[in-house]
């Protein structure tokens, strides 16, 4: 009881002091698991009062919370917007809708059954796409010895290379503008999100829909996404640098790669390697990309000595409560002791995850823009930020 007391008491305080978005999601979970449910619900209700963009598993939590507090009504609501932004659209999602002993109280209600029909239908849309994707990635690739890169088709294409005896999956994805005749920048993504434990590559069609794909497209950079599982996943470099390797020898081989324009960089974990991969010499990448992820000054620094001889770019919103904008600037801040070519840019709010807001792709855009411009075109246009 006394531990349950000191818990309530420090969410108690948290409420008071917390800001952003993602914390005040993060207490409204909280809330939940202790049962808290009023108190939950007043906690969303605060934080979607000024949030222009709300994801779709806050508005299902929230519509708990709602539940729980006997406002059906409200939770019917949130699950409708929940709907329109992609809510419900796989089957598993689906049966906890219909079948969880959360939602009997309203299993009958006709709002509540318009909002299931919707689900039901984005489900079906859903799976058709899914399908054509799968379709594409396979038809769209070029076997070895069968072409050359005057055969690529605009679109995904699903590749494997063999490291360790793990055949590891990657995406290339060709802009609508390529022309064989002309070279083209090639850009690496790390994906974030890889957990410890996953035991097998997931091809998720949802893929397609990563922000990477549209910048590529926005672009003209032909992607190349490696997928990663949790063991060995990212943070084994000499593993990770032996598939980048095989993958970029098997890209030159099949697209007309530009080979003074190669880019390599992630997110989340996927970006904490690529700072890694910075200390290389003799690196066949023009230049590396972090987007909300964690350095340590020792990616940079190696007995007294910089270590880093290619540009970094780090993207990172002020807000991120997982990967905390205070620890990316101290580390900046002792990096840049060293004559460094790191440039930050940084956004105001939407957390760990910003790039998949509506409104964070704007500017993960313009921030991939403006590192093509630095370094392809004449003058340097990223601010070199001041603390």
Partial sequence: MKILVIIIALLSFQRTIAQSYEELMELAGTQIKLERYKDALQTFQRAFKNQAEIGKYDYANASVAALRSGQSNLAIEWLAKGAKIGLG??????????????????INDDSY???????????LEK?????????????????????SYQNATPGFALYYVNEGGLEIPYIVFVPGNYNPKKPTRAVFFL????????????????????PIFTIGDSTGSIIIYPFQKGNPGW????????VIAKILTEVKARYSVDINTIYLGGLSMGGNVSYQFAR???????????????????????????????????????????????????????AKRYPLRWYLTTVETGGHGFPYHPAGRRPTLKF????????????????DLAF
């Fill in 89 to 106: 659209n796989s089957q598993e999602e689906l049966f906890y809708f219909k079948n969880d002993s959360i939602f009997k109280t309203i």
């Fill in 113 to 123: 059954r318009k909002v299931l029909s919707k689900m039901e239908s984005q489900l």
């Fill in 127 to 147: 799976n058709k796409l899914d399908s054509t994707w799968q379709y594409e990635i396979l038809s769209n690739a070029i076997l070895k010895g069968k072409g």
């Fill in 191 to 210: 994906h974030g999100g890889v957990i410890t434990g996953e035991a097998s590559f997931k091809i998720d069609p949802q893929t397609r829909l990563e």
């Fill in 235 to 242: 943070k084994d470099y000499t593993h990770c640098s032996s």
């Fill in 280 to 334: 290389g010499s003799g690196s066949p990448f023009r230049a590396f990309y972090a987007i909300s992820a964690k350095p340590k000054f020792a990616d940079f620094e190696s007995g007294g000595s910089l270590v880093v001889t290619r540009p970094i770019y780090s993207l990172h919103a002020k807000d991120d409560s997982l990967y905390t904008y205070e620890n990316l600037k101290n580390v900046y801040k002792q």
């Fill in 368 to 383: 991939f823009r403006d590192m093509f411009l630095t370094e392809e075109g004449a003058g340097h246009c990223l601010p």
